[in-house]
Each structure stands twice: as C-alpha cells, then as structure tokens.
T-cell receptor
Framework: AQSVSQHNHHVILSEAASLELGCNYS??????LFWYVQYPGQHLQLLLK??????LVKGIKGFEAEFIKSKFSFNLRKPSVQWSDTAEYFC???????????FGDGTTLTVKP | DAGITQSPRHKVTETGTPVTLRCHQT?????MYWYRQDPGHGLRLIHY???????DKGEVSDGYSVSRSKTEDFLLTLESATSSQTSVYFC?????????????FGNGTRLTVT
C-alpha cells in the first residue's frame, strides 16, 4: 500500500522567511503528486500538481515544488512567506492504477507578522 | 469553486443513532469520494464511487456505508454512530481517472457524536 510522509507537523516562520515542507511517498509505480492547502475554516484547495515533464512545478501564490524521483520526494517551497500563507498543507499521491489519492498527515504553517 | 454542497454543515448526534451525510455536485463528475479529517491523521478515505451504483471501500470504511443512486448525489451513512466517528467529513469529486484531474472538495460536515 502506498503511504505519504510529511516530516514537519508544525512549522512557525516569520514573514519573508523561506519555506520548505518535506513530502516523501512510498510507491514504486506511476504516481501523480499534489499539494493542497487548507486555510483556517475552509476546505482543501489545489496548490500545485506534478504529472510528468519538468520536475520543478510552479503553483499559485508563488509556491513551487520539486519532484525528485530517486528520493521519492515532492517538497514544497516558497522563497518568502506572508502572513496570509498561514494554513495547513497536505501532500497527496494519486495512484493511477487504484484510482485513489493518499494524503499525508498535513503540516500546519504559522506565519508570524 | 466546483459546485459541491455538503449537508448538513454541522451535526450533533448520540451514540448508537444512524446518521446520513449528503454530498451533492453540479459538475457531472464521475468520481466522488468521502474522506474524514482528524488531527494528526490528515485525510483518510472512507469510501469512493466511480459511477452510479459503483462504490468501493477506502482505508477506514468500517462502520460506514455509502450509496450513489444518481450521478450528482453521494450519501455517507453511519449505521450506528460511535464517539470515534466524531470528525470532519469532506466530500470530494474528480472528473476522471486521468492523471490531470485533481480533487475538488466540499466545505465539510462537522459531526460530533456524544
């Protein structure tokens, strides 16, 4: 069974600091990778996605993620965070054979103004 | 935002009672999912549907059943609610099994079992 591991449960940063959230998955087959964001009191929204091609993908609001196949990783980055980035971030792996997504436990990001 | 409506938004119920949560979509998407979200556990798949009357179990399906009699509606039933089923429940839809179809989520139902 596939699994997704997010290393950081809670990250606290000051505005303008750089962000990197780790995500590793365990599945040897073809996967499609996603990062979702959940702002306080809201539902999950897609941040960015990777299917193939350039392993560095750019998403909304200045976020980007790099797929490193050899490390089974898909880390999320942002050069300079803002207070409005305070949210919970979920990494997800979509198994094309099973037709299901597996989510990591989530990382709560708190950005101090 | 995708047209997904979950009802009710909040519910408090007693242990042992049956509860049904509804997910309604206006996108005509084939795939529908029920997840539960709990602190420290992220989102866990309960059941999903890949078409009318076609459903399958997820990783935490015990104590839950689902039905999909129409494309637009996906019902989740807790047959006899327990306190361990206190959670936030999210419905999600996706267009197809194609790799380029992310999940679109509803606003969630907060269920408390006392």
């Amino acid at each position: 069974a596939q699994s997704v591991s997010q290393h950081n449960h809670h990250v606290i940063l000051s505005e303008a600091a750089s962000l990197e959230l780790g995500c590793n998955y365990s599945y040897g087959g073809t996967v499609n990778l996603f990062w979702y964001v959940q702002y306080p009191g809201q539902h999950l929204q897609l941040l960015l996605k990777y299917f193939s091609g350039d392993p560095l993908v750019k998403g909304i609001k200045g976020f980007e993620a790099e797929f490193i196949k050899s490390k089974f990783s898909f880390n999320l980055r942002k050069p300079s965070v803002q207070w409005s980035d305070t949210a919970e971030y979920f990494c997800a792996v979509y198994n094309t054979n099973a037709g299901k997504s597996t989510f990591g436990d989530g990382t709560t990001l708190t950005v101090k103004p | 935002d995708a047209g997904i409506t979950q009802s009710p938004r909040h519910k408090v119920t007693e242990t042992g009672t049956p509860v049904t949560l509804r997910c309604h979509q206006t996108e005509n998407h084939r795939y529908m999912y029920w997840y539960r979200q709990d602190p420290g556990h992220g989102l866990r798949l309960i059941h999903y549907s890949y078409g009318v009357k076609d459903t399958d179990k997820g990783e935490v399906s015990d104590g839950y059943s689902v039905s999909r009699s129409k494309t637009e509606d996906f019902l989740l039933t807790l047959e006899s609610a327990t306190s361990s089923q206190t959670s936030v429940y999210f419905c999600a839809i996706s267009d197809s099994r194609a790799y380029n179809s992310p999940l679109h989520f509803g606003n969630g139902t907060r269920l408390t079992v006392t």
